[in-house]
């Protein structure tokens, strides 16, 4: 894909023709084609919705909320296949609504906000919030719609002076963003949060949904709060990219067990919660000025009230199938990605005991294979594993067909390289996971160095 611009026309009609009720438009015709046969729609918990599924739910949708609308606020690229949309949806519900009864007199008007992830012109995936529980208080008349909820007023990218205490890089930015969630977000003994969030937000910072600014102190109040109520309170990022000069947009894993009043439901912490949140994050002269967020707390309130079952693993974003086990291996560690910590991946990724499995011995463990992937991090500042074929195989097999390429600089395998030369050749792993701990066990592996050194030897 040769230009951003090309992913937002590939999205944009899913927002204009499919989730906004259009007379003249066949919306599983029009679904059909925006989004790829393989999709996924991945909220917090398992199992993710198809294709099928969610085309489904939106005719039904389509019928129940005649008057739907989801109209985008900001579009916000990241990356050359990612984008990530900070919509309004807007409807007079008629029907039964998530379980509550409506008949066509109250209107709900909510934030929401989606990562897609974009394939041969097609939506393959996409996380995605809704701020549900703000429509079911509306609807039943406990919250009042604000007249201009979502204006990006602090949103302006920085011009003049301002610019010049951006930060400097992408880097910068996720520096900043990510002791909000490390140290303040989650529960530790090491942080005093007041001093910690003190330094973190702007003086004039707020923190935006789709009812409501909260200001520095309120959401220092809400947090201190947390802590108390949650004392295991952990907020886990699973996905920060940059995007621009001072936008960072994080999908993370919120899990505690609650003790006392949580929004009304009492709880005695014997059941936890794990849930999908998804944050847009404004950063100016090295502070966070303006949070968007969502929280899915439906999903919460169910699991604590034992609708749902306990999450198997807490705070952990638990793929679907085999594949989604494998995907992050090659694009958040062999892959150079800005903001992320290579090393935190992979001791997740990895069991403890994983092999990396070669023709010649010693096969190499976690930390070896960690500390290589690290240095050629370094190495091919550009480096890049992009997948082109998986094959499952049985129930904990996997096999990947790949082409890596990058530019290295420096000592290449004992060949001197100076960043003029790349490399673009084909790799084939075969994985084992385990699939109770959804780590990677094992992997047999072969990459074409030969052609590689050929290449960078002209």
């Known amino acids: 894909m040769s230009k951003k611009t090309d992913i937002k026309e590939i999205i944009r009609p899913f927002y204009d023709r499919c989730l906004t009720v259009n007379q003249d438009v066949d919306v599983a015709k029009e679904m059909g084609k925006l989004l790829a046969d393989d999709f996924e729609s991945c909220g917090s918990v398992a199992p993710h919705k198809s294709k099928a599924a969610l085309t489904g739910q939106v005719q039904f949708f389509w019928k129940l909320i005649p008057d739907l609308k989801w109209q985008i606020q900001e ?4 990356g050359e ?10 409807g007079t519900p008629n029907g039964d609504f998530m379980g509550l009864p409506t008949d066509g007199s109250k ?6 906000i989606d990562i897609h992830t974009i394939a041969g012109n097609q939506v393959v995936q996409v996380h995605h919030l809704e701020d549900w529980t703000s429509a079911m208080k509306q609807l039943k008349g406990q919250q009042a719609l604000l007249e201009k909820p979502f204006q990006p007023s602090l949103a302006k990218k920085p011009s003049g002076l301002s610019a010049l205490f951006s930060p400097r890089s992408l880097t910068d930015i ?3 963003v990510k002791p909000f969630y490390t140290q303040c977000l989650t529960v530790n003994s090491e942080t005093k949060v007041a001093d910690v969030m003190g330094k973190l937000l702007a003086t004039a910072f707020e ?9 520095k102190a309120a959401i220092l109040g809400q947090v201190q709060f947390f802590w108390k109520l949650i004392p295991d309170l952990k907020w886990e990022i699973q996905e920060m990219t940059p995007s621009g000069q001072d936008t960072v947009v994080v999908r993370s894993i919120a899990s505690g067990t609650p003790n006392g009043d949580f929004m009304g ?6 059941k936890m919660f794990s849930i999908m949140t998804i944050d847009i994050h404004t950063v100016r002269s090295g502070e966070i000025l303006q949070v968007y967020h969502i929280e899915d707390w439906p999903t919460a309130m169910k699991q604590l009230k034992g609708e749902l079952p306990q999450p198997a693993i807490a705070a952990s974003d638990q793929p679907a199938d085999i594949k989604e086990i494998i995907k992050p291996f090659y694009k958040q560690c062999l892959t150079v990605c800005d903001g992320t910590d290579v090393a935190e991946v992979m001791g997740k990724l990895l069991a403890d005991d994983f092999k990396s499995l070669g023709s010649a011995e010693p096969h190499k463990t976690k930390p070896a294979l960690t500390g290589q992937v690290q240095f050629f991090w370094k190495l091919i500042p550009d480096l890049k594993w992009e997948i082109q074929e998986m094959f499952p195989s049985g129930e904990s097999t996997v096999i990947v067909r790949s082409i890596a390429s990058g530019t290295p600089n420096g000592d290449f395998m004992g060949l001197p390289t100076d960043g003029t030369k790349s490399f673009n050749i084909m790799t084939i792993d075969i994985h084992t996971v385990d699939m109770e701990h959804r780590q990677i066990a094992q992997v047999y592996h072969l990459e074409d160095w030969t052609t590689a050194m050929k290449q960078l030897k002209g």
């Open 81 to 90: 296949n990612k984008m990530a949309v900070r919509s309004v949806a807007t």
């Open 174 to 176: 996720a520096a900043v």
């Open 265 to 270: 439901l009492p709880t005695d912490g014997s």
């Open 207 to 215: 923190s935006r949904s789709s009812v409501e600014i909260k200001s």
């Open 107 to 112: 209107t709900f008007s909510i934030m929401t």
């Open 75 to 78: 579009m916000i690229p990241l």
